[in-house]
């Protein structure tokens, strides 16, 4: 199949570790944002969102953090697996009211060492 | 549920030839999108829809046409293929519920035009 994500940067984290992907966006009219993984030959996944409203919202072994001062979006995944292997988008509405208009930012992979 | 389908998997075009990628949901959401996805690359928008009878352009619309005649149904058309369409196109689409938004990817399909 189709390599995608070739020239992503990688992070390169110990299995049981913390991961922490970082996405930095450009519009500061956007108000809504949303992480997804995306696992080889597959589609992306969405994994947790967070509104402008808010700093930091917690999913299962996930985190999102949200800096809109310096237009900054983490997401923080607690105790690595191995099925957490995958390329991570940001993505971000950019200020659209329409739900649709989801704009994805650049990816990272994610690479877990045994 | 079946979820998104798309169809094909996997199409090669010569340069100038037309077709259309099939997308199907079953959700009855209103909400559905078009992405392309090149090798390193994050996923661009190319058309969305908030509802049948309504679409609008995303970020790279050129050489691509869309309709949106019944809610489950969002196909895309080439109007007259180019190498530099060669890409793996993703379809998604999702509801809108207090202002977050949840998107479901169908599995892509991965196109070549020579």
């Known amino acids: 199949g189709e390599s995608v994500g070739l020239h992503l940067p990688t992070l390169s984290v110990q299995e049981g570790d913390n991961s922490i992907i970082n996405c930095a966006y450009s519009n500061s009219a956007s108000d809504y944002f949303i992480w997804y993984k995306q696992e080889s030959g597959k589609g992306p996944q969405f994994i947790i969102d967070?509104?402008?409203?808010?700093d930091k919202r917690q999913g299962q072994r996930v985190t999102v953090l949200l800096n809109k001062t310096v237009k900054h979006l983490s997401l923080q995944i607690a105790a690595t697996q191995p099925g957490d292997s995958a390329v991570y988008f940001c993505a971000e509405n950019g200020g659209y009211s329409s739900a649709s208009k989801i704009i994805f930012g650049s990816g990272t992979r994610l690479s877990i060492r045994p | 549920n079946a979820g998104v389908t798309q169809t094909p998997k996997f199409q090669v075009l010569k340069t100038g030839q037309s077709m259309t990628l099939q997308c199907a949901q079953d959700?009855?959401?209103?909400?559905m999108s078009w992405y392309r996805q090149d090798p390193g690359m994050g996923l661009r928008l190319i058309h969305y829809?908030?509802?049948?009878?309504?679409?609008d352009q995303g970020e790279v619309p050129n050489g691509y046409n869309v309709s949106r005649s019944t809610t489950e149904d969002f196909p895309l058309r080439l109007l007259s293929a180019a190498p530099s369409q060669t890409s793996v196109y993703f379809c998604?689409?999702?509801?809108?519920?207090?202002?977050?938004?949840?998107?479901?990817f169908g599995p892509g399909t991965r196109l070549t035009v020579l």
């Open positions: 829809s908030v509802g049948a009878g309504i679409t």
């Open positions: 998604a689409s999702s509801y809108s519920t207090s202002g977050r938004h949840e998107q479901f």
């Open positions: 967070i509104r402008s409203n808010m």
């Open positions: 959700m009855n959401h209103e909400y």
